[in-house]
């Protein structure tokens, strides 16, 4: 059970037939695999997490989402106003002999299981020479807005949970948090004067290739630190809503991992929140907390952390944006990766809210907070340059809404990459720069309008039937037609917020020269998109 990085820095096909990709590759460390960890949960969640390193359990903090929650602490930030739901979590590394370890015993535990920690990276770079071409494809294809266009007044947050923490030390291992913030702000900061949209990364993945811990930024996750770095995202945005400095977030999740059942669901479970139509989510996650333990399913605590963490940020007001996610190798490609494959579920209702202590804070006045009829987050699947699925895709994943995410890059610094981590970041630079314009619609109407103003590619979604969207008419999101009050979706739009120089067309023109240029013959790209 693995995390999964929603882009890679390759494009497919042959080397010999694509001449200037310089292959790399790699691999998941062989240490990694014997590096465990542990999500429990206690009986009583304002005790404090019971030592167990005479069992070789090492705790990486105390209470997760209180004491652990990654970044937390070089900010100051005293998240001592969580509801109880989410004080009640703890996080356990093995430290025992190498093999599978023996689950933790207390008695003050009610749920434990394991979390995994591997995460696989597939890399091969594109020579900095197509850069320049390539950005202006990519930039094109999203729909950039005008510089020209009348700037928005409301500054909005967003919390990229990735391979960064928001202050660090020393220089991450990997760059992919960097490429997204620098997606997300090329896409929603067009305005040279000033930019609305503020990016805050919350670190999630970070692990070496040994298992040991680097707060700077590693190479891999687990699950609890995706949990951790969602909480933390939204209790930095909550401190700037209390001091005035933003309206709304926005939380980008270009990761995830092959689930092994959906939340609440272990494999062979039969609770009744597993049925369709089954409990609320408030119902659902109180039911789990309050079961008699102890439980020791195969990384059901792990998910519920997370879906914990989700439902906090939803509830807070907070539209989440997940990569569908890649297809790594022969097995397990099927349907959206975890957590975007939980679309599935509904966003809680206000009642369900309150009845969790997640009620959206006062500030947000008279803002529209509460959803009906609308996912729980929002999966975003990639399209290429002729607006086919990415070679990357995983059967079954496409989903109503798709972006960008071929070969894409937003300057020289950033290295060229394909995979649905990018489409995501588009989506969530689109949602961030409409909330800009407009902090009043609620997250599914933001969603709504980006969907109504989109690109109908003549496809259908693939996804599974009980998934938000399935069934639905596949459109590509354009940025600049999402914000024009001007564009209805149903007639053309004007032109006022469109750059005039974002033809998809013209920039893949353009691409093709430069790779002639380059290769000496002639060598199509991709399909101009209809």
Known sequence: MGLLLGACDRVDGADDEEPWLEPRATVVPPQLQDAFWAVATLDDPTLPCPDLVAQSWAAEGTRMFVDATLGLAEQETDPVDLPDPLRGFCLYRWVGATGAPVLPVDPVIRHVSLDWAVVERLDNGLQSAYRPALRDVFMAQAGRVSGQAPQPTYPVMVGVVDSEPERAEDEPY?????????????LACPFKQSCTVHPYRALALPLLETGAVRHDGGYYGARAHVAM????????????VGEGDVSRLVINLSLGWVTDGGVGCGQGEDEPWCEAGGMSHADE???WLNTPGPLAYSGQVANEAVHAALLYATCQ?????AAAGNAKDDSCNEQP???????????????????????????LGTWAVYD?????????????HGDAPIFLSRPGSETRLVGPGHMATVGDG??????????AAVATAGAALAWSYDPEPSAGAVMDRLYATATSLGRTSQLPESSWGAGADVRRISLCHAVDPACSGEGECGEEFCDPEGS????????RSEVDQQTGQLTPVMTTPT
């Open 229 to 240: 770095g969602i909480v933390e995202a939204v209790l930095a945005w909550r401190k700037s």
């Open 285 to 287: 996650l109180h039911a």
């Open 504 to 511: 998809v067309v013209q920039a893949l023109t353009a691409l």
């Open 414 to 423: 950033m290295e060229p990459l394909t995979g649905t981590s990018i489409s």
């Open 337 to 363: 990766v975890a957590p975007a494959a939980w679309s599935r579920y509904a966003s809680p209702s206000d009642a369900e809210c309150a009845q969790l202590g997640f009620s959206a804070p006062a500030e």
């Open 372 to 384: 009906t009829d609308r996912p729980l987050l929002q999966p975003i699947s990639a399209v290429d």
């Open 317 to 321: 007001g907070a539209l989440v944006v």
């Open 174 to 186: 990997i760059e992919h948090a960097s490429s997204m913030v620098q997606i997300i702000e090329a």
